[in-house]
Structure formats: structure tokens, C-alpha cells
Nanobody
Framework: QVQLVESGGGLVQTGGSLRLSCAAS????????MGWFRQAPGKEREFVAS??????YYLESVKGRFTISRDNAKNTVYLQMNNLKPEDTAVYYC????????????????WGQGTQVTVSS
């Protein structure tokens, strides 16, 4: 079982950048597919990006602006977010699963507590 702790959220202006980090502990990090999800007020949680077996996947609306990366030596996954827009405002969650099935909320087994990202216009 893995424990996840996110950091790096904050308030940024439109067009700005943030880098989220998710530190994992409790198990062998490299075994896990890692994902980032977000939930805006009044909306369902949605997939943002994932990394598994050397491949990355992105929500269409963040392609070209967000980059997921991982450092297995540091047990950490990152989400670099550039050219942020007000519609990116949400609580961002890190998630993990050993048996990757799909880029959906139900397919990930372990979750962090979330970090708030607010983009002002």
C-alpha cells in the first residue's frame, strides 16, 4: 500500500505556471502507475494526466500546457502546469494504482489529500 502527499498548489495569474509534486511512501514507487486528477467546485473529479510504463496520457484540454513526470529515485511524481487558465482552477489530486486499467477515477486505488490550484483572471 502506498501513501501519497501532494504539494505545490497556490494562487497564480492567468498565463502563469505551477509545479505540483506528489511524494509517495510505503511501497515500491516504480510498481505504480501514477495519475493526476482535479475537481472544480460543483463538478465531478476528472482525469488530467497519467504516467505508466514510460508512457504518458493527458486530458485533451491540457495537452501542450501540462507535463507529467516522475522520479523513481525520489518516489515523486510531478505535474508541471504552464500557461494556466481560470478553468484550471480546482483541487488537484495525485493517485496511484498497481494494476492500471484506465484513466478513470475508479481505476486508481490510492489517493492523496489534494492541493488547491487557483488561477485568477
Amino acid at each position: 500500500q502506498v501513501q501519497l502527499v501532494e504539494s505545490g498548489g497556490g494562487l497564480v495569474q492567468t498565463g502563469g505556471s505551477l509545479r505540483l509534486s506528489c511524494a509517495a511512501s510505503g511501497d515500491t514507487f516504480s510498481r505504480y502507475a501514477m495519475g493526476w486528477f482535479r475537481q472544480a467546485p460543483g463538478k465531478e473529479r476528472e482525469f488530467v494526466a497519467s504516467s505508466r510504463a514510460g508512457s504518458t496520457y493527458y486530458l485533451e484540454s491540457v495537452k501542450g500546457r501540462f507535463t507529467i513526470s516522475r522520479d523513481n529515485a525520489k518516489n515523486t511524481v510531478y505535474l508541471q502546469m504552464n500557461n494556466l487558465k481560470p478553468e484550471d482552477t480546482a483541487v488537484y489530486y495525485c493517485a496511484a494504482t498497481i494494476y492500471f486499467r484506465a484513466n478513470t477515477e475508479s481505476a486508481f486505488d490510492y489517493w492523496g489529500q489534494g492541493t488547491q490550484v487557483t488561477v485568477s483572471s
